[in-house]
T-cell receptor
Framework: AQTVTQSQPEMSVQEAETVTLSCTYDTSENNYYLFWYKQPPSRQMILVIRQEAYKQQNATENRFSVNFQKAAKSFSLKISDSQLGDTAMYFCAFMSYTGTASKLTFGTGTRLQVTL | SQTIHQWPATLVQPVGSPLSLECTVE??????LYWYRQAAGRGLQLLFY??????ISSEVPQNLSASRPQDRQFILSSKKLLLSDSGFYLC????????????FGDGTRLSIL
């Protein structure tokens, strides 16, 4: 079974600064996918960024980028130029694909507060 | 474009009462469907998933059940709610037979009194 660990329950960053959220995972699989989801106070889960394990290049989506270290089983999220709207819970998720359905395993989340 | 609808948004039920939460997806066919529960301050736990009509896989033993009577409809049910069933329930979908990410509904906050 896969496990996902987010060791930072809460973090705070000032507006316009950069912050990095940590995530580690454990798996015996070689092919898998990793995601970061954002859950603002409205509670909707929003996909932020995805990374395929077979790709060495780190994924980037505008101000969001990841540092994927497959050997270390580490998948951190960097948010640049933080904005007030980035305030949310951030969940790291591991996806294994059985060939018929994808199963997500989530970490316990990091609560990010962006301040003025 | 695809959309996912989940209702009700909020529900308060007494212990021992039945439950029915509904989720529908529009704009796609043969989706994979999922039910998750999120306890307060915790991550999401996968409860059920379905790859087709009438096909339900359960991830954890519990007081809940799921059904998929139509291709794009997924229902979470209980005959008798327990206090421990309180939480935030999220429905999600992903394209069938693919490695695409899951997309979530807005969730249902269930409180058991």
């Amino acid at each position: 079974a896969q496990t996902v660990t987010q060791s930072q329950p809460e973090m705070s960053v000032q507006e316009a600064e950069t912050v990095t959220l940590s995530c580690t995972y454990d798996t015996s699989e070689n092919n898998y996918y990793l995601f970061w989801y954002k859950q603002p106070p409205s509670r909707q889960m929003i996909l932020v960024i995805r990374q395929e394990a077979y790709k060495q290049q780190n994924a980037t989506e505008n101000r969001f980028s990841v540092n994927f270290q497959k050997a270390a089983k580490s998948f951190s999220l960097k948010i640049s130029d933080s904005q007030l709207g980035d305030t949310a819970m951030y969940f790291c998720a591991f996806m294994s694909y059985t060939g018929t359905a994808s199963k997500l395993t989530f970490g316990t989340g990091t609560r990010l507060q962006v301040t003025l | 474009s695809q959309t996912i609808h989940q209702w009700p948004a909020t529900l308060v039920q007494p212990v021992g009462s039945p439950l029915s939460l509904e989720c529908t997806v529009e704009g796609t066919s043969n989706p994979n469907l999922y039910w998750y529960r999120q306890a307060a301050g915790r991550g999401l736990q996968l409860l059920f998933y379905s790859v087709g009509i009438g096909q339900i896989s359960s991830e954890v033993p519990q007081n809940l059940s799921a059904s998929r009577p139509q291709d794009r409809q997924f229902i979470l049910s209980s005959k008798k709610l327990l206090l421990s069933d309180s939480g935030f329930y999220l429905c999600a979908w992903s394209p069938g037979i693919s490695n695409q990410p899951q997309h979530f509904g807005d969730g249902t906050r269930l409180s058991i009194l």
